[in-house]
């Protein structure tokens, strides 16, 4: 489908630079994103509600126009050569828009027929895809009767039917319960295993750990972090401990090498310590500046803890 010459080896799947939008009520939705995303890749743009995520990938799927900022997919401009990028990439937005009247089948066949996918080729597409979402036998079926699982699968696999080499999903998974979006992630590796490059928008951070190699969070249109998850998690490689205190604190904290504390209210202490150091240290340091612990607790889920501290407290996350 993609002649050779429009993309250019080696080039990002995905490229952006200072990508700005402001829309027309003024809201700066997006204030200057750098990334890219290489072939093969599975990434994630992680962050709170109104970021600016649905943004870039309204910007990026050609549904929102930029204020400002270059975008290439595979080396293809996305201004200047618009069709070319897009007939490189498939979305799959957060809304269910098919018509639920309509069968699986005929769905993925008349979505390529738009694309100028001859129909027997689009017969042979649809089925390879139904199959692998595990849809093939609901394929003659009213769409309306699939479960919410399966509903969110036809949209990956209609999706799928352009053979997308850049596949992008916005909160795929968003308000479906944990085993369908466990399905869901299956079916997403599959297909990144299979050669194509993911994108996904998500509030939900297991999610990412779970699927992506590299991601950003972004927040207020700002990119706050970027690169791979493992070197996230790294980073992570902290405990937290929150502190019950007896009695009044010393003006002076005692300070502990290697971790940072501080006092939360005046009977608490808060306390960052790297995952290896030995707690014996901390308590040594507590009784020789007068620290009567009463309890102590560990801070909730790390990854939610570091998301927090690098969005701010606004960023509430979707249960
Ligand atoms: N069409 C629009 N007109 C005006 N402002 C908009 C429009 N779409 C989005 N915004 C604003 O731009 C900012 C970014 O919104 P966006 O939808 O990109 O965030 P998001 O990260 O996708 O959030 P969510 O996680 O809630 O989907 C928000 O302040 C939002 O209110
Ligand atoms: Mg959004």
């Not at 093939?136 to 699968?153: E, F, P, Q, Y």
């Not at 053979?163 to 399905?183: N, Q, S």
């Not at 990412?208 to 992570?236: F, T, W, Y």
Request: charged share 25%; with cysteine.
């Amino acid at each position: 489908m993609i002649p050779a010459s429009d993309t250019v080896p080696g080039a990002p799947a995905l490229r952006i630079r200072d990508l700005r939008k402001t829309y027309d009520n003024g809201v700066q939705a997006l204030k200057g994103v750098s990334l890219d995303v290489l072939p093969g890749d599975f990434y994630a743009l992680l962050g709170p509600n109104g970021a600016g995520k649905s943004t870039l990938i309204g910007i990026v799927s050609s549904l929102v126009n930029k204020t400002a900022g270059e975008v290439s997919l595979f080396g293809v401009d996305l201004h200047a050569q618009r069709a070319a990028a897009m007939r490189l990439m498939g979305l799959v937005p957060q809304e269910l828009n098919f018509n639920f009247f309509e069968k699986p089948l005929d769905i993925l066949v008349n979505y390529a027929g738009f694309y100028g996918i001859p129909r027997g080729e689009a017969l042979v597409r649809a089925e390879e895809e139904l199959k692998r979402a595990l849809l093939w036998d609901k394929a003659r079926t009213m769409a309306r009767t699939l479960s919410g699982g399966m509903k969110r699968r036809l949209m990956i696999a209609r999706a799928m039917m352009t053979r997308p080499r850049l596949l992008i999903l916005d909160e795929p998974t968003a308000g479906v319960d944990i085993e369908i979006r466990r399905g869901m992630w299956q079916t997403l590796k599959e297909i990144n295993a299979a050669g194509t490059t993911i994108i996904l928008t998500t509030h939900y951070l297991e999610e990412a750990e779970s699927l992506c190699r590299n991601l950003a969070i972004i927040d207020h249109g700002v990119i706050v972090e970027q690169g791979p998850m493992r070197a996230l998690l790294a980073k992570l490689d902290v405990e937290g401990f929150l502190f019950d205190i007896d009695g009044e604190l010393p003006r002076e904290l005692p300070q502990i090498e290697g971790a940072t504390l501080h006092a939360t209210d005046d009977h608490t202490l808060d306390l960052d310590m790297p995952r290896a150091m030995d707690l014996n240290r901390v308590f040594a340091a507590f009784e020789a500046a007068g620290i009567r612990v009463r309890s102590m607790r560990t801070k909730s889920n790390r990854l939610e803890e570091l998301f927090v501290r690098l969005t701010g407290n606004h960023a509430q996350q979707a249960a």
